[in-house]
């Protein structure tokens, strides 16, 4: 029975493979024995390789050993843990932060944490898939409304009477951004809670780096909850949930993935406060990623690739279909270039993509290389 189903994925082109990264994390990371330009990490800022956070990891070893030993709740919440809740906080202006082992736990904690049985989760479409599971695994009603459409949720939230509305900042495989002032409006017109997943958005945009929210100006009132990653931009591992001192407390005691885990490595915390320094001491990163992102999109528009509205370092290029979009792929590598193919169930039937993302530490030469290559594919290929 498995091997039929594997089979069925494989003749879908939908079979998926893990690829070898044999050293540093970067732009030129060497894959499968071979030197490429990737042009598909989330290592936005250039910093999961940095030496400053190489030193922070390995004092931090050294201060604290490698295993964090016990759940935050017992004895694994380190002094490095608590300064890096405290720095995320101060980053992101709101009273708490909260370490949590990954993202993806951080969003089945909230939401489980927050609504249960009986309540409404309303969120959009294209949400990442920990925000969906986290609902399903709550066992509130999931609402999905049309992706970023406050029109139709505004149609639709009258009658849910939902708790909570939970979205994506940056939307991660399409790189447009939220309406979050709309959303906002909404959900603070009908008492529900708005949740901001900015796991792609913060260090990135904003001119100070704090995300989404930065971008449109809103304040922790508007969005009460807000969650971001640390293995993105800020180059390491993990996630935090901000917000006010009894939202931190609430998620203290009831969300599952906090309380029934190991706390993670008080090293790795210590890599993320170098991390998150740099990311906001170096402008230059995010202006350099602005740059990249433009010089991709006028070469594009040149060539006459499908591009769609993202300004973001996330350009998608869709293929619509799984066989196409690989077959792009095959074509990028044969050149030395690695843009893996994203294809359902992460993207919607038909939409399957390359998704190109950029990083500080590419060089304007890359973005000039991936154009040549892309310039090779047959233009008929660009009506799909
Ligand atoms: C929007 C979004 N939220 C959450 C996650 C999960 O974060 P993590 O990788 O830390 O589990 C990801 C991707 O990894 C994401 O893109």
Redesign the pocket.
Known sequence: MLAADLGRLREANLYRSRRILGGRQGARPVIDGRRVISFCSNDYLGLAGHPALIAALKRGADLYGVGSGAAHLITGHSTAHHALEEELAAFVRRPRALLFS???MA?LGVISALAGRGDKVLEDRLN?A?LLDGAVLSRATLHRYPHADPGALGSRIGQERARLIAT?GLF?MDGDLAPLAELAALAQHHGAWLMV?D??GLGVIGNCGRGSLEHFGLTAAQVPILVG?L?KAFGTF??FVAGSEELIETLIQRARSYVYTTAPPPAVAEATRAGLDLAQRETWRRERLRALAQRFRTGAARLGLPLTTSETPIQPLIAGSAKRAVAWSRHLEKRGILVTPIRPPTVPEDSARLRITFSASHEEADVDRLLDALSELPDEDWGA
């Open positions: 990954t993202g993806y969003n990442h920990s994506d991660s997943d796991a792609h990653t293995g993990g996630a």
